[in-house]
């Protein structure tokens, strides 16, 4: 078989390695499977969660997009609030923290999403990227592939010794971003819109009351929710899938860095420059005209939180007695959900980035037939990859 045809997906848990193969039906969850959590030792000290002045204050106007700078999470209903009205005691995830749970999602593999429980409310969020990293990690095979043609591209042109180490340049990475609820009016649909490439994690703090009727992760290459209920239901179209579908998530930030850089280098004219712009209209009017029928109501007229934000606070700021904002709930033993299109793995169980190259090496080797870095020395290599 064709090794870049191959679809192999794994989850390092507590406790050893679990394999698994994709299901004949493509709309399933696999079944859970439970690892002892593991506790951390101590609390790494926590970012700053408030300041002086107001956190409206500290919302960064950049020229393409607004960022949440400093001690403030984006809110539903005002520009900002500090982080310690959102979440209680919070602090950013790191890589030691490793799941308790691991349940995986499998993609969506039509164009539709279901609908929404009838009478939830519809969040509409889109955060492009936390700096918070965790230590899972997902790649896809076609990622393995061209970390391959990079290498054997690389021993040709003698730009790499035998022994090296292979070349790493893609970031398989999951980033977390951090997402309180306080809203308990009504049960609350999920829409967790991710525009440009990555992997991402959502995790939830919720008050007491609140209800998640479902979620819909769009965009991305990898998505995952953690600290939900295990009875909310979850589905995702990555960016992929919806660009397969005509309808990918179109970010006016990087059509315009990209029409400046082309600019600035000579290589865009009025007629290119304009034909670009009436192409992404058109994309941004199919993805507007996906959205209304697939939740009843545009993306452009409900989409909320920042460009770059930790945290997000859906809801009204929240205070039982003297204390402010939901309790925090750790990543650390958490249950996750977890869209994987090829390989998963947990830092710490699997040694990073070893579960990548281990992939690269064994490719690489049957194509070869033998170590690349030993064989396929650059004045024997004539085959172009």
Known sequence: MDPRGLLMIGAVLVGGFVGLTALRDAEARLPVLHGAPIALAGRPAGLQTRAAGRAEEYVVARALN???GG????????????IDEAIRDWRPANKREVVGQVQLLL?????????????????NLMVE?????????????????????DWFRDIKYGNRAPGDALPMRYSHEFHLHDIAVTDTRTPLHMVLQNPGPGNYVYNFHLAPGVE????????????????????????????????????????????EIQLTHRRNNGH????????????WRLKVQTFEDWFVRQFGVGSDTTRIGLSYAEVSLIGPVWREGELTGVPYRPFAGAHLVAQTEAHFAVTGLHDWPAAFNDEVRRLGARMAGGNPADVLLPRYFAREF
């Open 66 to 68: 607004d960022q949440a």
């Open 71 to 82: 001690p403030i999470a984006t809110h539903d209903s005002s520009p900002a609030v500090f």
């Open 107 to 123: 993609n969506r593999t039509g164009c539709t999403l279901s609908a929404p429980a009838e009478g939830a409310r519809l969040v």
């Open 129 to 149: 990227h936390s700096d918070t990293l965790v230590g899972l990690y997902s790649f896809t095979d076609q990622e393995v592939q061209q970390a391959v043609d």
């Open 212 to 255: 998640i009727a479902g979620v819909s992760m769009l965009g991305g290459d990898a998505n995952a929710v953690a600290n939900l209920p295990e009875t909310v239901p979850v589905e995702v179209m990555d960016r992929a899938t919806l660009e397969a579908c005509g309808t990918g998530v179109t970010d006016p930030g990087r059509v």
């Open 268 to 279: 865009l004219s009025e007629e290119d420059e304009q034909a670009i712009r009436d192409e």
